[in-house]
């Protein structure tokens, strides 16, 4: 949000025709995009009982920040961001995953409120508190399945919070606790709701996404007069039934997940697994405590391909790990041209605090891991180039993503919004966001493709 504000200390003090006015709540949203649905949830509760959602600092009676602190980094921004908002609105609530920090305190210690990550409620008592709603709640303020920020026609659906792992890098477990996964039923409608509304794409997310219903000892739930598991192939059965397109996000490759490809090669899910790999090498691997570590990756990659041969894998990796040696990295980069990804991203180590990776010796110099990351990089590209190049003259389905004076840009099943890459159709320009076309690729890089309607 660009952001300035008028709001007065004492909370909402407008009025319309004799009548206080609704507050107005700002709302700052960072991080991945589990916290953009933990925003949407409080925003939907906002929207409940009266609120109004302010679209900039200005006139905002409180202001939240939902922050981020898997990395320092993201914790580096998320400062910033409470600090503008501080300067420029002075009523400020924090929430997220850096929000029970005690550097939040220390360095604004006029914030009204702060809070953990998913503590919705938390974070509607300190809003009712800065700016108490002058009106009765009315329900049909909000569609069924709530108020949304991302586009019309996609939106991220949230199976479970938290997560089991116990990665040597990764404090996440430490800031939103253990595996906790919704009842199946309660996914499907809330996906159901979703798809009446028009929603064409599901993109499913969690911490752990094939772990879904483990701690629930994968009970039953009814949907449509019937019993379903919480089990990961399950639900993914039944969200491909809904007829919108089903996208699986932080899948880790335990071995039920060679259960999913089927669906896939039916046309039932998306053909995209991401899988956060991390890392090649097995002493690193081990070193990052890392679930479903398996040395023969390589030919479950090669075994899912016979089954759907346009499988796009998408992942991250880390490069500079304590104690990755050379000759660890050299492994990486071999693997990584033979598994040939789709979509890849790298991040530099972070020496994160709280993390248990802090304490392992041989920490890696920040040059290293600079020059690592470009050489990463480098390799993946030319990957990308070659996967890319072997799509021309395919045909495939676009999902219509927007609209600009040179055409329509989209996305296939390859792409996830923001982090894949995008399909250009330059010309169409009587298409809508939403729409689902055919077209032919025609031209690629190492990211996107140009192509034309076909028909």
């Known amino acids: 949000m660009t952001l300035s504000s008028t709001a007065s200390e004492g909370g909402p003090k407008s009025v319309i025709n004799g009548k206080v006015a609704a507050p107005k709540v700002g709302f700052v949203s960072l991080g991945c995009a589990k916290a953009l649905v933990d925003s949407e949830r409080i925003m939907t509760r906002l929207r409940v009982e009266g609120y109004e959602i302010a679209p900039s600092y200005d006139g905002a009676d409180v202001v939240v920040v939902n922050t981020c602190g898997f990395l320092d980094s993201a914790k580096a921004e998320s400062l910033d961001a409470i600090g503008e908002a501080m300067a420029e609105n002075g009523r400020v609530i924090v929430t997220g995953c850096f929000g029970l920090d005690r550097k939040v305190r220390e360095t604004f210690p006029d914030v009204l409120a702060v809070t953990g990550p998913h503590q919705y409620e938390a974070v509607m008592e300190a809003v009712r508190e800065a700016a108490p709603a002058p009106h009765a709640a009315y329900l049909d303020l909000v569609p069924p399945s709530g108020l949304r920020l991302t586009p019309d026609h996609y939106a991220y659906l949230k199976i479970s919070e938290g997560c089991n792992n116990k990665c040597s890098f990764c404090i996440i477990p430490q800031l939103r606790g253990a595996l906790a996964s919704r009842p199946a039923a309660d996914v499907l409608q809330e996906a159901e709701q979703l798809v009446e509304r028009g929603v064409r794409e599901l993109l499913v997310i969690s911490q752990d996404t094939s772990a879904y219903g483990v701690d629930l000892k994968f009970a039953e739930s009814e949907w449509r007069g019937h019993p379903l598991k919480a089990r990961f192939y399950d639900l993914c059965a039944a969200l491909g039934s809904l007829g919108a397109w089903v996208r699986l996000h932080y899948v880790y490759p335990y071995p039920h997940v060679d259960e999913v490809l089927p669906l896939m090669a039916e046309g039932k899910i998306l053909p995209y697994l991401d899988i956060p ?54 492994f990486l980069l071999g693997w990584l041209r033979e598994a040939r990804l789709a979509r890849v991203g790298c991040f530099r180590y972070e020496n994160v605090e709280g993390a248990g990776s802090r304490a392992l010796e041989n920490q890696i110099a920040d040059e290293v891991k600079e020059e690592r990351y470009t050489r990463f990089m480098d390799v993946q590209k030319e990957v990308s180039e070659q996967v890319m190049a072997a799509r021309v003259g395919q045909q495939i389905d676009v999902l219509v993503d927007e609209i600009d004076r040179e055409g329509a840009i989209g996305r296939s099943s390859w792409d996830a919004p923001d982090i894949d890459g995008s399909i250009f159709l330059d010309g169409e320009t009587d ?18 493709c140009w192509g034309r309607l076909v028909g």
């Not at 298409?431 to 996107?448: F, H, K, Q």
């Open 277 to 330: 790999f991390q890392h090649a090498s097995p002493d690193v691997l081990r070193a990052m405590r890392r679930p479903a570590n398996q040395e023969k990756t390589l030919d479950r990659i090669a075994s899912w391909r016979k089954i759907v041969p346009d499988l796009a894998i998408r992942s991250t990796f880390i490069v500079g790990f304590p104690g990755e040696t050379e000759e660890d990295f050299e």
């Open 431 to 448: 298409l809508a966001p939403g729409d689902i076309v055919r077209a032919v690729i025609e031209e690629t890089d190492e990211y996107d």
